[in-house]
């Protein structure tokens, strides 16, 4: 990797990347207007289009009542494999997409929703054993995530679970949260355990949760006495970011408007009123006293277990919001089950969290017919079930607009990225633990992190498009543009060139696999066409593609002698090396069809 070739080939990489990323950025990391035009091109903007979104006031689309379309299942080549694969899992493998041409997507959605879930905390607890003093850090988390999402076989149910912590978010950012990796791997477990299960209990589970109750402070919060007023910061949230959004919606994400301006979907009355449901929660336990509803009481199961309510400290006033009131005098379960049924039967609950599912999963910008279809199987799972979570991932995968790949339907976040080279490449440790710690520093890691956002806005809101830039002319939104730049985009290509020769984590102990490539090193053409479908699913342009098996004949491949071992087997890994970094430095690969 160390050859002026590839140095060459290094600086041709950055700079179609920030072509493909809208240019440099201030130092704050948020793009500048310059250069937008390569960009769009790449998200496969039709300008002749606006798109909405459900917590933007964007151009409002006709509701669109087309009844969704039945799921069919075509012999699958191994592109279409790939591509789903992408989408659906942390990225493809060889023997994934063997796998899956053999079956069909439905199939393999359906095996997916059998296989036993794994859990995060048992495994972060068994590391536990091999640290000093048995002490877990925030480094076994990440360590949890990058291994499940890197080797483990509930694929579906992990990358689910991916997308709904950057809806249901807690951070590890907050020092509150960052004590408690423990907790943290429960709540993350807590996601995956209701990622196939029903949006009402996953509101509820998130709502009890001791992490989410100690991020958003609805934990110990206490009924109004005198001038104090409850904690109004998780009443907030659960309606602007975990339900219902800031704005109404039809059916097909589409804006509602009067007068011409958009229809909010709640007050500060209503946030008022919603704050009293979530008083006198706090730590589980044996009693209800005041030492344990203060903390002061260290059960050793207390940051996974559900939080419960204290009586003395709930509010008995009457509560009114969304258009419900719940009487005077009720306690805070019977409360709390109003509350979280009242949002759960909320008609922007479908497209709300739907469209937000396909753009992590599949598009940033889907269809308003798209995301119709999602919120009518999260309406109905066709045996009358609301919020079957089962339906709505089928309709998020399934539709037609995720099978097609003809154009760029969302950026690449950096997790991802990573991800998918794990697996694409069998990356193993010889320990069976992936060390990968913290990987959000912009210039020197990947500028994301699992579980360590800055804010609960994620580090990219779902509406997020480029300022003064054609994304925004275009009414349509790039949410992980909030997090690319210069700094960034730098800093991807720097660690991506170290990793992918030397390997990853602590001691560069996690390796990937490169065996089938190598034998491929004599073959440019068979080299890049494999790199093509483990990376960009089959779709790599005929110009790129001659661009890489250029650049990879232009690294010398000497015939073997009985001397030159060593001299030959650099070469052929430098030639791997260079098919497998210009492929992920290229905008057609950061740009995901």
Request: charge should be positive; glycine fraction near 8%.
């Amino acid at each position: 990797m160390k050859s002026t070739t590839l140095k060459l080939a290094s600086g041709l990489a950055l700079s179609l990347a920030m072509a493909a990323c809208g240019g440099g950025s201030s130092g704050n990391n948020t793009p500048t207007a310059a250069d937008r035009t390569a960009a769009t091109t790449q998200l496969g903007v039709e300008a002749n289009r606006s798109r909405s979104g459900p917590s933007a006031p964007l151009t409002p689309a006709k509701p669109d009542n087309t009844t969704p379309a039945s799921p069919t299942a075509p012999a699958l080549t191994p592109a279409a494999a790939s591509h789903f694969l992408a989408q659906a899992t942390f990225g493809p493998t060889a023997a994934s997409i063997a796998a899956l041409t053999a079956s069909s997507k439905a199939d393999w959605i359906n095996a997916q929703f059998r296989k036993p879930q794994t859990l995060h905390r048992s495994f972060i607890q068994s590391v536990a054993s091999q640290l000093p003093g048995g002490s877990l850090t925030e480094d076994q988390v990440y360590e949890s995530f990058w291994r499940q999402a890197a080797t483990g076989d509930d694929q579906l149910r992990q990358r689910v679970t991916f997308a709904l912590s950057q809806i249901f978010v807690i951070s590890m950012a907050d020092l509150s949260i960052v004590m408690r990796p423990a907790g943290v791997a429960s709540y993350y477990d807590t996601l995956a355990q209701h990622a196939f299960g029903n949006y009402r209990n996953l509101l509820q589970a998130v709502a009890l949760h001791p992490m989410m109750g100690i991020y958003l402070s609805h934990m110990r919060n206490q009924k109004e006495n005198g001038n104090r007023v409850p904690d109004e910061n998780f009443a907030r949230e659960i309606m602007q970011l975990m339900s219902i959004g800031l704005y109404q919606l039809n059916q097909d994400g589409s804006l509602k408007m009067q007068g011409g301006h958009p229809v909010e979907t709640y007050t500060h009355d209503d946030v008022a009123g919603l704050a009293k449901v979530f008083t006198g929660w706090s730590w589980a336990g044996p009693d209800q006293g005041p030492q344990r509803f203060n903390g002061n009481l260290a059960d050793p199961n207390r940051d996974w277990t559900p939080m419960q309510n204290y009586a003395a400290y709930h509010s008995t006033s009457a509560k009114s919001f969304l258009g419900t009131t719940i009487a005077a005098g009720g306690s805070g379960q019977a409360d709390l089950k109003v509350a979280l049924d009242t949002l759960f039967e909320h008609p922007n609950v479908g497209p709300f969290i739907g469209r937000q599912l396909i753009q992590r999963l599949v598009s940033s910008n889907p269809s308003p017919a798209y995301v119709n279809r999602v919120a009518a199987a999260f309406a109905n799972n066709g045996s009358g079930v609301r919020g079957d979570m089962q339906a709505v991932i089928r309709a998020v995968l399934l539709d037609p607009e995720a099978a097609d790949n003809g154009s760029a339907k969302k950026l690449r976040e950096p997790v991802l990225r990573m991800a998918n080279w794990l697996r694409a490449f069998n990356a193993k440790s010889a320990s069976g633990r992936f060390q990968i710690h913290i990987t959000d520093d912009p210039l020197y890691a990947l500028g994301q992190s699992p579980l360590h956002s800055p804010s609960v806005f994620n580090y990219f809101r779902p509406s997020y498009t480029p300022p003064n830039s054609s994304l925004s002319a275009a009414g349509m939104v790039a949410p992980e543009m909030q997090i690319t730049g210069e700094p960034s985009v730098t800093g991807y290509l720097n660690v991506m060139q170290y990793v992918i020769a030397r390997g990853a984590g602590v001691a560069r102990e996690v390796q990937p696999d490169y065996s089938a490539e190598l034998a491929l090193a004599r073959q440019p053409a068979a080299l890049v066409d494999r790199v093509n479908l483990l990376l960009l699913n089959g779709g790599m342009s005929s110009t790129l593609r001659n661009q890489i098996i250029t650049a990879v004949n232009g690294m010398p491949m000497p015939q073997p002698t009985a001397t030159n071992a060593a001299w030959v087997s650099q070469q052929q890994h430098n030639r791997v090396y260079m098919a497998v970094f210009l492929a992920m430095a290229s905008p057609e690969y950061l740009a995901q069809r």
